[in-house]
């Protein structure tokens, strides 16, 4: 969520809280929800092909064990940076669980950085090896999801990058919940390789409580929006600690009722037909561009950050990498 537009909403926070205080009833009827996993094969602290496979394995095996359809989306440069056959072996799995498989970009770069041309090439170059696997099964690459969720700025390049992925048969792949997953999924791979137990689990659990209250405001936040219940796009991370917490995120879902449905069933509702009339440079969600769109406030009042502990020793795992700050290398 952008600073600029919070503190717009804490303009109108007053009648934010009026509308929002109360939870919506989300319990009352069943909603949808589409799953959707970023960053293939696979997001962590280190580069480490054992752990990258493994975390594949797992996630698929929750999936199928759930019988929840998926959609994950896949970063080609990847590929080169372990082993290239184990990572497009991984790649295939997801193909042979029944799941999709869609573009990510080939380098995960921002286009408020590439300009449109450059970001269209990279968009092309990570084709190749997504393709071949989708068509060797007769199906095709139908899906785009854009890093960071920056979609490009100015108007002319974001138009520029939209008018190429229709016409080159792409479906931009919206977020309506974003959890933030992969601010904890590094701690949680650091507390992993220094066999810290205790510190893992309350990660997991902050993880958890994080995931689960995010999506009860997305259901409400739609539902102010729409005045209905609409169909949501969960973002996920190709991570460990997603691995590892399937059933739980299951256990979620039931608990929210939520059903678990394809993006293209998600999609089908006419609230994904909402104009998305955001042109500025920051990674925000679908809610908040439909939120301008429909001149709508969301309920800010009541969402949540990550614990200010997991967002400290993210940064602190950042700087120990020597990396830029936090928010150009957030890995949504
Ligand atoms: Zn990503």
């Not at 400290?312 to 700050?325: I, K, N, T, V």
Request: aromatic share 8%.
């Amino acid at each position: 969520m952008t600073t600029t537009f919070r503190a717009f909403c804490a303009l109108i926070s007053a009648a934010c809280l009026i509308s929002f205080a109360e939870p919506a009833p989300a319990h009352a009827e069943t909603g949808k929800i589409a799953l959707t996993i970023d960053d293939l094969p696979g997001l962590t602290l280190v580069p480490d092909q054992p752990y990258v496979n493994y975390l594949n394995e797992m996630i698929l095996r929750g999936l199928n064990r759930h019988r929840f359809p998926a959609t994950g989306f896949v970063n080609e440069s990847k590929l080169d940076s372990l082993d290239r056959m184990q990572q497009i072996a991984n790649l295939q799995k997801w193909i042979d669980a029944g799941m999709d498989l869609g573009n990510h970009t080939f380098s995960h770069d921002s286009p408020n950085e590439l300009g449109a041309a450059g970001y269209i090439a990279d968009i092309v170059r990570g084709e190749p090896v997504t393709r071949g696997l989708l068509q060797a099964k007769g199906r095709s690459l139908r899906w785009f999801r854009h890093p960071y969720l920056e979609t490009g700025t100015p108007a002319a390049v974001k138009r520029e990058i939209d008018v190429w992925l229709a016409a080159h048969g792409y479906r931009i792949a919206p977020v309506t919940i974003d959890a933030d997953d992969w601010e904890f999924a590094e701690p949680y791979d650091d507390a992993i390789s220094r066999h810290d137990e205790p510190r893992r689990l309350r990660i997991r659990a902050q993880y958890l409580e994080h995931t689960e209250r995010t999506i009860a405001w997305s259901q409400t936040a739609s539902r102010g929006l729409f005045d209905r219940p609409i169909p949501l796009v969960l973002l996920l991370h190709a991570t460990r600690l997603n691995a590892d917490v399937m059933d739980d995120l299951a256990a979620i879902l039931k608990r929210r009722n939520l059903r678990v449905v394809t993006l293209d069933e998600a999609m089908r509702d006419p609230a994904y037909k909402t104009r998305d009339p955001y042109v500025g440079k920051d990674g925000i969600d679908w809610l908040e561009r439909w939120s301008e769109e429909l001149k709508k406030p969301l309920p800010w009042a009541t969402w949540r950050d990550p614990p200010k502990d997991i967002e400290a020793q993210y940064d602190r795992l950042q700087s120990d990498r020597h990396e830029p700050p936090v928010t150009s290398v957030k890995s949504n």
